[in-house]
């Protein structure tokens, strides 16, 4: 699960913030908090952003897609919390902040989170948080996909074996090898309790197939487009397939009012599943 470095990580975080500070409320993105890991020099430029510099940057698909797929993850953790989950793992966290937005929520209903990430991207972040929050029910713990296994995970998951949980991971798959991602989701369907919930997004075969061949990802992790043979895929693991959606229907399912001629990114495939 090796990213080029922590940059693709900052470079979400900025897109988020810019589209919650420059984008009508249809198209803003909800992420008000992601403010506190931008450095403050580029906040201000972010801030700041021209109207052609703007333009350019909705002339890219990825720019809207990132804004669905913020409000799409929002919703599996809602959903998620109201089916009566007690625990959320957050997998690949980098500058993702569902653990502190969602913060009256899940005090509310004693949902503990844990954050995962790469040793030095968690050390980072623990760092970061300390800064201007401070949540009770948030651990930490680093971990690499890319490993064969992951022994300290097992533990804390073996720690409430009954309690249902979600795990979430937002543009992680692409980072990790074929073979390592395939049997990380066997890994959850044997260690989650029936009725846990998994949710992730993945790089369609055929496109953008070298995305991710960085470091120890050689293979990096991709499924195809059609919905029989992701549930079947999925089936295979011990894994129930929820919800497929492709990135660009999504797109223009929760963008409703997008420009008609806006490009929309056709890249990724979106699943919910449950632990059957």
Known sequence: MKLPNLSESMYVARLRYIQSIHEPSERRNPDTL???????????????????DLNRLRAQPFYHYLVAR????????????????????????????????????????????????????????????????????VTYLPIDLNDDSWPEFERWLGESPKTKTLVLMEGVSVYVNTASFTRFLRFLATQLCVGSHLAYDYKIRGVSDDEGRVGRTLDPFRLPAGRDDVTAFHQQRG??????????????????????????FSEDGLVRLLVA
């Open 34 to 52: 992601v403010r506190h890991f931008i450095p403050l020099v580029q906040r201000w430029r972010s801030a700041w952003l021209g109207r052609d």
């Open 239 to 264: 894994l129930r397939l929820e919800h497929f959606e492709l990135s660009s229907d999504l797109t223009v399912r929760l963008l409703t009012n997008l420009a008609s001629n806006a490009p929309l």
């Open 70 to 137: 913020t409000k799409y993850y929002d919703d599996v953790v809602r959903d998620a919390v109201a089916d009566g989950v007690g625990r959320i793992v957050i997998v690949g966290c980098g500058s993702d902040t569902r653990a502190y937005r969602f913060q009256p929520l899940l005090a509310k209903t004693g949902v503990r989170v844990l954050e995962c990430d790469q040793p030095q991207a968690i050390q980072i972040k623990q760092r970061m948080i300390r800064k201007w929050s401070r949540v009770e029910n």
